[in-house]
Nanobody
């Protein structure tokens, strides 16, 4: 069974940091681009960041540029989202998703991503 599992969410104060992990089971991530998405209460899901199967191409939403970084360790079948300088508006459920390396994954369109995790809650509050 193809599965992605996110971890690392939690409660953090504004200005703090969290590192989210996205681990795959049942398949290898080597041939997949991975995207991170988030959905806040009452809002539509939005793309946050994505990384190519080889890790050499990345993309970020304007709202997180300069604060978030994305990386992957294919040997561990895991992708990471490092979130720094967190703001209250970063509060959301964060999801990782896998897309075929030949899809239009770069544009962070949900429809391009076929396998999704269950999400992890990130709350930024004092």
């Amino acid at each position: 069974q193809l599965q992605l599992v996110e971890s690392g969410g939690g409660l953090v104060q504004p200005g703090g940091s969290l590192r989210l992990s996205c681990a795959a089971s049942g398949f290898t991530l080597d041939y997949f681009a991975i995207g991170w998405f988030r959905q806040a209460p009452g809002k539509e899901r939005e793309g946050v960041s994505c990384i190519s199967s080889t890790g050499d191409v990345i993309n970020f939403a304007d709202s997180v540029k300069g604060r978030f970084t994305i990386s992957r360790d294919n040997a561990k079948n895991t992708v990471y989202l490092q979130m720094n300088s967190l703001l209250p508006e970063d509060t959301a459920v964060y999801y990782c998703a896998a897309a075929s390396a030949t899809s239009n994954w770069y544009y962070l369109l949900s429809s391009e991503y076929a396998v999704w995790g269950q999400g992890t809650q990130v709350t930024v509050s004092s």
